[in-house]
């Protein structure tokens, strides 16, 4: 990585120092990448030690069954210890540019935010490209959200407030199951949770052009996402595909927008954000400076890291709170 490209000096200074000893991984080889970013987590794991929320929750993985269908979806549960029901429940999709990532790459970050938020969490290990290309990785984010709101009473969860969110590509799922919920008459999430999102495969937007590379993300990452999840058809004009090709988002579920400053993907969540805002969607977008994509997830000892936990466990409350 040579200094024009690291941008160390527009990051914070506490993250700057982590973001050294991160390994970078490409996704231009789906196999290779999921090696290579599951040992990137095992890394981060191992510098940033135990999560002090891990004896307070309880996890269990189980499968369902998605009606009408007869394939099997793999979830982890997570209940902090005392929780009180029927629980709100956050159902989240974990990040890893579509074709990496599992249920391990974000727990300890859902351990945090399930003991934070006081809430139940379901994460969905949902199929992957190029294996299962859209809508596959889609459809299962939706078909475990309608699970969870069909079986909360046995599950001990309250159907009336169910939140969906997700990171990076994750991110771009919960956007998508949002959309999905209305359109389809489904369940009716409180919130969407959408952190540093992908949204945009055009790749052309001003933060592309500023940070086309640093030490978390190269754009010939978001080209080979966007290739393997699309199956090569770049281009799209379906919003469930890409979601920035959405023109009406009037009655989609309120949402809360995160994005980071020395972030390629940074301009499309703002537009995004603005988007839902113009069509009546109540939204909080909050722009972390000095952040790079994945920053909480990767550095969640740093104070703005934190400082990203604390706001995200606020917003869900206060949706849950609300219903």
């Not at 490409?26 to 987590?41: H, K, Q, T």
């Not at 469930?240 to 499309?268: I, K, N």
Request: aromatic share 8%; with cysteine.
């Amino acid at each position: 990585m040579t200094s024009n490209t690291d941008f160390s000096d527009r990051l914070d200074a506490e993250l700057a120092r982590a973001a050294r000893l991160q390994p970078y991984v490409a996704f231009a080889d789906p196999l290779g990448s999921r090696r290579n970013f599951a040992r990137s987590v095992k890394i981060s794991r191992a510098l940033r030690g135990p999560v002090p929320a891990a004896a307070s929750v309880r996890t269990e993985d189980t499968r369902f069954t998605v009606p009408g269908d007869g394939r099997e979806i793999g979830v982890r549960v997570y209940r902090p210890e005392g929780l009180r029901e029927p629980a709100p429940v956050l159902v989240y999709f974990h990040g890893g540019a579509f074709v990496a990532g599992d249920l391990d790459t974000e727990h300890d970050r859902l351990l945090s935010l399930a003991l934070e938020t006081d809430c139940a969490i379901v994460s969905v290990d949902y199929r992957r490209p190029p294996e299962a290309p859209f809508p596959a990785p889609a459809e299962d984010c939706y078909a475990a959200v309608c699970w969870v709101a069909a079986e909360a009473a046995p599950l001990g969860l309250d159907a009336e407030r169910i939140a969906i969110g997700g990171s990076s590509a994750g991110g771009t799922l919960a956007a998508v199951t949002a959309m999905m919920c209305r359109d389809r008459q489904g369940p009716t999430p409180v919130l969407q949770l959408l952190l540093y999102p992908a949204l945009d495969d055009a790749l052309d937007s001003r933060s592309f052009r500023r940070y086309p590379r640093t030490s978390a993300w190269h754009i010939e990452d978001s080209h080979h996402m966007w290739r393997h999840y699309l199956g090569g058809a770049l281009g799209t004009d379906d919003p469930y595909a890409v979601p920035a090709r959405q023109v009406d988002f009037t009655g989609v579920a309120p949402a809360y927008v995160l994005v980071a400053e020395v972030d390629a993907l940074r301009d499309e969540g703002i537009e995004y954000a603005a988007n839902m805002l113009r069509d009546g969607v109540s939204v909080e977008l909050h722009h972390f400076a000095g952040a790079f994509h994945g920053f909480d997830a990767a550095v969640p000892h740093a104070e703005l890291s934190r400082r990203a936990l604390a706001e995200q466990s606020a917003a869900l409350r206060r949706a849950f709170a609300a219903h």
